[in-house]
């Protein structure tokens, strides 16, 4: 890795910094007595040097011109926080012991998303760890953190990190992570992180005083310049991209990235940042084990998602499917505020669309967007793309946190669930939604002076649009970011499971997740297209079957309204999944109750079929 300081097979230590503003640049060291030792210049503005007097736990920080005093922008460890001195860390120290590990195909990915402060009452990596066993039980194939790269303050989502090299030391030890990732693959799970590409937080961000070529006011975003992807000296600050995601996969052995936000990226380089990062990641590890990259781009990309080949090579495995989200989330709560608007309109229709080609807007008209949106997805795989009922933002980003069942009836909730968990596309669960969890997840952050104060009203007046909000002293009512109060509230609470309706719920999802296992994903790959048998609007019934190319079918019949309906005749097979015991006895055929769906195989060897159908 070019950037920052590396343990060098003679015990030295090599010290390097890009700072193309500065003439000068100083490594000091802080363990017991300050000394400050000069770095060598070198070309195209890098700072050097190799020496002794340092060695692994040294705790260091760079001085610009005599001044001001920065932690190191690839830092691999702050144990004082983002203000605080960078730590030397050698990485060939830990003893991993699962070299055996290569990962599994991404069609086996069952999802879970978690923020590590608040998925435990611990808050940390070992925390994540004691929970292991539980994940793998539910059915769970893969683990997704939320951002951890070090943030200020003691609390934060992630997505305000700054020294993007760094695990957060609120979390742990670097040593503490790649034990949760050694362990959690010793279960056979992956690990995926969440990684911020698109701006850096507003605090503790020091590169505009020794390296302003990072930022490109060409380029403006939410958070002010863009990232410097493609102007002057922008080879620099793509190859510090590059290395963080090659350095999250091989030092901690992740098993794949999700990419934040990345229709916040602008880059008008050709091949762009997005298409050489993923490029660099598959000739670098391609053959050794299985990598994932997921993309959240609301500009609907499905050219970052193509497959080429008998093999099916590709630069992203997949994206997070907001628009099946936003289209399930109106038909369980009628909700119409927001980009919710542009599905209140033909849910059904958008949802069949959805489970049938991908996206829902594939170059259509976005009213919400003022634009069109989307590019023709109907040619990727189910497996391109990922479903969920909640995660981080569906959730979080509401004025109270309010999770699915908070807003929507348990039985609307329940239909919904039997889809996504056993449709094609790989699913994803957001933390304690599987049994049911009454905590809310709700937007905190660490800031203090102005910068909080400025972070809670922005935060308040985010809602001012919203009809409930529109009063000074309704807004007034949301949580403060920065009060610990909130995050606190944030924290999962596991004594929920001791709870029958919550255990009950639990017991649904690891019913669903192990019909997922032993039936769908090993048609995933098998599928060759689809095809909507009958999709209506007015009576919200829809059946649709997903075609095999050896001839097997997968078939969904699904009732999303408030009366019985006799559907016309569809999916045949046998039944793998029906929502409850009245389909399969006490109706004819072809009748299905409220909120009810029924899932079916045709055409596919299964011994025992009760075996697998569910109420």
């Not at 923020?115 to 925390?127: A, D, I, K, L």
């Not at 009213?367 to 997805?377: D, I, L, Q, T």
């Not at 929502?579 to 060897?605: D, K, N, Q, R, Y």
Request: with cysteine.
């Amino acid at each position: 890795m070019p950037f920052g300081a590396a343990v060098c097979q003679d015990g030295s230590i090599r010290f390097r910094l890009w700072a193309p503003k500065a003439g000068r640049v100083d490594v000091c060291f802080e363990n017991g007595r300050i000394q400050n030792l000069p770095l060598i210049s070198l070309e195209g503005g890098w700072f050097e040097l190799t020496t002794l007097e340092a060695s692994v736990g040294t705790q260091y920080r760079f001085q610009i011109d005599g001044g001001i005093k920065v932690p190191d922008p690839a830092s691999r460890f702050q144990p004082q926080d983002v203000q605080g001195p960078s730590e030397v860390v050698d990485p060939g120290v830990f003893d991993w012991q699962d070299r055996q590990w290569v990962g599994r195909p991404w069609e086996e990915a069952i999802l879970y998303e978690l923020h590590v402060g608040t998925f435990t009452p611990e808050g940390s990596f070992r925390g994540v760890e004691e929970k292991l066993d539980y994940l793998r039980d539910l059915g769970i194939t893969a683990i997704e953190l939320m951002p951890i790269a070090d943030f200020p303050g003691a609390r934060n989502w992630g997505y305000d990190g700054v020294l993007l090299y760094a695990p957060d030391s609120s979390y742990g030890r670097p040593e503490d992570l790649k034990q949760l990732i050694q362990s959690a693959h010793k279960k056979g799970l992956m690990v995926f992180l969440d990684v911020v590409y698109n701006h850096f937080g507003p605090e503790g961000n020091y590169l505009h005083e020794y390296a302003p070529q990072f930022f490109s006011s060409r380029h403006q975003t939410a958070w002010g310049d863009g990232i410097n992807f493609d102007g002057p000296d922008s080879r620099v600050v793509r190859d510090f991209f590059i290395h963080n995601a090659l350095y999250w996969l091989e030092e901690y052995r992740f098993d794949g990235l999700r990419l934040d936000a990345v229709h916040a990226i602008a880059d008008d380089s050709i091949p762009d940042i997005l298409t050489e990062l993923a490029q660099t990641i598959r000739l670098r590890l391609g053959n050794e084990r299985f990598v994932h990259l997921i993309l959240e781009n609301e500009r609907n990309g499905a050219r970052y998602l193509r497959r080429e080949g008998k093999n099916g090579k590709r630069l992203y495995d997949a994206q997070w499917n907001d628009d099946l989200h936003h289209a399930v989330h109106v038909l369980l709560t009628r909700e119409s505020d927001g980009y919710y608007s542009d599905y209140v309109r033909q849910p059904i229709t958008r949802l069949c669309r959805c489970l049938k080609e991908g996206f829902a807007y594939q170059g259509e008209y976005s009213e919400y967007h003022g634009a069109n949106r989307g590019e023709p997805s109907a040619e990727l795989p189910p497996s391109a793309f990922v479903s969920f009922l909640q995660n981080h933002d569906q959730v979080g980003n509401r004025a109270f946190g309010e999770r699915i069942l908070q807003l929507a009836p348990l039985q609307k909730v329940r239909a919904a669930m039997e889809i996504l968990l056993l449709a094609p596309s790989p699913p994803m669960l957001f933390m304690g939604e599987e049994f049911a969890a009454t905590t809310p997840f709700l937007y905190f952050c660490d800031f203090h002076g102005e910068l909080a104060r400025a972070v809670r009203e922005g935060r308040r007046n985010e809602f001012a649009r919203f009809a409930k909000f529109n009063s000074l002293e309704t807004r007034d009512q949301i949580p403060d970011p920065n009060a610990e109060q909130t995050f606190l509230q944030s924290k999962l609470d596991w004594e929920n499971l001791q709870r029958e309706r919550h255990s009950r719920w639990l017991t649904r999802y690891q019913q669903l997740l192990s019909i997922r296992q032993r039936l769908i994903i090993p048609l995933i790959k098998r599928i060759s297209g689809a095809r909507v048998q009958f999709c209506d609007e007015e009576s919200r019934a829809f059946a649709i079957e997903w075609l095999c190319h050896d001839g097997s079918r997968l078939g969904l019949c699904a009732n999303l309204s408030d009366q019985t309906l006799m559907l016309p005749p569809s999916c045949s097979g046998v039944a793998i999944y029906r929502s409850s015991p009245e389909i399969a006895t006490g109706f004819p055929s072809g009748v299905l109750p409220p909120w009810s769906v029924s899932w079916s195989l045709a055409g596919w060897p299964i011994t025992d079929p009760q075996h697998f159908v569910s109420y």
